[in-house]
């Protein structure tokens, strides 16, 4: 599957949430996800982002593949850090982003098993990350206001825009 790039209208909308243990269409789904995900060396993907906007992402920090339905950050830690981020759907540029540095993040399964996650560092900015993706937000709308314009710029430029 093709990752849609920004400015596709589908990467700014509110995705829908899902009904896992009854959307029969979610294990596909995920495997679709997973699949276009590992092609593009990304770590997280979330389902905006090959057109689908419905709640759900996929991610591998560390060499295992986990699928999470309607992702909620519950709770963000206070500490915060500053890291370039990459997106493949904003490519050829990387953005500072300031996330949290510990956030727990609860979702389903796609059985519909509930679970909570806490994560830190790389799993915690991925689950930040992929979270966004579904509520419309891109790494340009978290840059640093001063240093949005040139991004924007940078990023038209290396896309042709
Ligand atoms: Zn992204």
């Known amino acids: 599957m093709e990752v849609l790039h920004h400015p596709s209208p589908v990467l700014k909308g509110q995705a829908s949430e899902v009904d896992p243990g009854t959307d029969s269409g979610l294990r596909e789904l995920v495997r679709v996800m997973a699949e276009t995900m590992y092609a593009e060396d990304g770590v997280g993907l979330a389902a905006p982002q090959i057109g689908v906007s419905k709640r759900v992402i996929v991610f591998d920090v560390d060499e295992n593949l986990a699928a999470l339905c309607n992702p909620v950050i519950a709770e963000y830690g ?19 982003v300031e996330r949290s540095v510990r956030v727990v993040c609860t979702g389903q399964t796609i059985e519909g098993r509930d679970v909570t996650i806490e994560a830190e560092y790389l799993l915690a900015r991925v689950l930040q990350h992929e979270t966004d993706h579904l509520n419309g937000v891109l790494i340009l709308d978290r840059a640093p206001a001063e240093l949005r314009k040139s991004l924007v710029r940078a990023y038209n430029e290396a896309n042709g825009l």
């Not at 206070?78 to 500072?96: D, F, H, R, Y």
């Open 78 to 96: 206070e500490e915060k850090a500053v890291e370039e981020e990459g997106c493949l759907s904003v490519p050829g540029i990387q953005v500072p």
